[in-house]
């Protein structure tokens, strides 16, 4: 079946400092690939997606690369801010999986001023 | 447009009691699936209703249910409680089952089986 891996967190960094959070699937074909972010006490946001691959997502800074040879969506941000804090998520919608979407464990990213 | 609206946000039930939760999915989308999150066992899938009809169910006990209704507002049912189903429960609606489609979530209701 499909499955999503994160890096553990939880991640404390520095405002301004460089981001990078793993993320690698398994799934049969090819996958459409999302990052969401949850605000404390909120759902869960659309970050940026990627639905073939090579392509490139981006929002707000956030960037991940959809990359087919190593199952991967790493997101990245050059510069992070205090408001950058808050959990990601990784997730995958599978070929025959409708509107069903496969979640990583979460990574808890914390911004210190 | 209005966002997807989850109620109640917050629910206090005791042991053996049964809950039912309310989506109202974003105008014009016709797909709601549920999610229930736990800091154990993250986000896990409950199940997905498109067109009234079940399209997808995860593995969760038959205590679980839910339906949708013509105008696509979606309810799900947890009968004879237990401690372990004090999570956030996620509802998520879609315009379509496309590949590409983007989900929207309401901000959750917290359930706390006490």
């Known amino acids: 079946g499909n499955s999503v891996t994160q890096m553990e967190g939880p991640v404390t960094l520095s405002e301004e400092a460089f981001l990078t959070i793993n993320c690698t699937y398994t799934a049969t074909g090819y996958p459409s690939l999302f990052w969401y972010v949850q605000y404390p006490g909120e759902g869960l946001q659309l970050l940026l997606k990627a639905t073939k691959a090579d392509d490139k997502g981006s929002n707000k800074g956030f960037e991940a690369t959809y990359r087919k040879e190593t199952t991967s969506f790493h997101l990245e941000k050059g510069s992070v801010q205090v408001s950058d804090s808050a959990v990601y998520f990784c997730?995958?919608?599978?070929?025959?999986?409708?509107?069903?979407?496969?979640f990583g464990e979460g990574t808890q990213l914390t911004v210190n001023p | 447009k209005a966002g997807v609206t989850q109620t109640p946000r917050y629910l206090i039930k005791t042991r053996g009691q049964q809950v039912t939760l309310s989506c109202s999915p974003i105008s014009g989308h016709r797909s709601v699936s549920w999610y229930q999150q736990t800091p154990g066992q993250g986000l896990q899938f409950l199940f997905e209703?498109?067109?009234?009809?079940?399209?997808n169910k995860g593995n969760f006990p038959g205590r679980f249910s839910g339906r949708q209704f013509s105008n696509s507002r979606s309810e799900m049912n947890v009968s004879t409680l237990e401690l372990g189903d004090s999570a956030l429960y996620l509802c998520?609606?879609?315009?379509?089952?496309?590949?590409?489609?983007?989900?929207?979530f309401g901000q959750g209701t917290r359930l706390t089986v006490v």
């Open positions: 997730a995958l919608s599978g070929e025959t999986s409708g509107s069903r979407l496969t």
């Open positions: 998520a609606s879609s315009y379509d089952r496309s590949l590409n489609t983007e989900a929207f």
């Open positions: 209703y498109f067109s009234e009809t079940q399209r």
